[in-house]
């Protein structure tokens, strides 16, 4: 198998979350447990994933960018933004068994759906001519590490916090 690297592990990731909300989208109202599940592992999968592309890769991707680059970076930016401060707090004040729910999280897996294909599409491609194959294989390693970190779990659980309070 060829070693990881961020873009095929940010990759592979989209692609569970896309998983994970065709699931949902598949749920009735009455499947109160089955949706609060599939949400968790949503959340779980997606927060750490956005917030160390916030704090490292976007930074990184930011710094070697030419002027395309930083339009992209920019509309990533203002996605993330727009998910973090309107989509989730809406799904969350939802209760899970009513067609609030259903609409709501049923925009939150189309924005994921939109942001995740521009990512593949622009910025990861970009990011294969501005980095190294080597530095790729870093960051891979560097977010494993941060994920699993006191750091990145406080990172999370910080922006869980701030979805609830919106
Ligand atoms: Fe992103
Ligand atoms: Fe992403």
Redesign the pocket.
Known sequence: MATDTILTT?RA??DELRGLFDKLKDTTDRAEKTRGELLDKILAGLVP??KW?ELVFYPEFKARADRDGLQTHAE?VAEHRAVEMRVIPDVLNAELTTPEFAGRSKVFGEFIDH??TE?ENTMFKMAKTLFSTDELVQLDADYKAWKASDDGQAAVQQAMAEFQAA
């Open positions: 940010l990731e989209h994933h956005a592309e990533a942001h995740a990512e």
